[in-house]
Nanobody, 124 residues
């Protein structure tokens, strides 16, 4: 089993920045891609970004291009999501996820392990 724990959510004004982190523990040697998804109230969960284990190739949802940056440490067990120029539409619970097969996965059903999520609230 793999456990994922996120940190870094909070309240920020529009135009501000937040950096989320997620650390995996347990049987981490099987992990390949790690990703971030978000879910706003009344909306479906949506893909935010993902990154491969080696060589750390990132992939972003359209809304995150140019504003969000995903990165990963060398062992591959910690992933960060730097979010800049936030707007109220970014308000959601952000969840970290990990999967076992690789390939820049962008669908939530492709991920095997999930964190509890961290709330990001952007005020106007």
């Amino acid at each position: 089993q793999v456990q994922l724990v996120e940190f870094g959510g909070g309240l920020v004004q529009a135009g501000g920045s937040l950096k989320l982190s997620c650390t995996a523990s347990g049987r981490t040697f099987n992990i390949r891609d790690m990703g971030w998804f978000r879910q706003a109230p009344g909306k479906a969960r949506e893909f935010v970004a993902s990154i491969t284990k080696v060589p750390g190739i990132p992939s972003y949802a359209d809304f995150g291009q140019g504003r969000f940056t995903i990165s990963r440490d060398s062992p591959g067990n910690t992933v960060w999501l730097q979010m800049n120029n936030l707007n109220p539409e970014d308000t959601a619970v952000y969840c970290c996820a990990a999967e076992l097969f690789g390939g820049l996965r962008a669908q939530s059903y492709e991920y095997h392990y999930w964190g509890q999520g961290t709330q990001v609230t952007v005020s106007s």
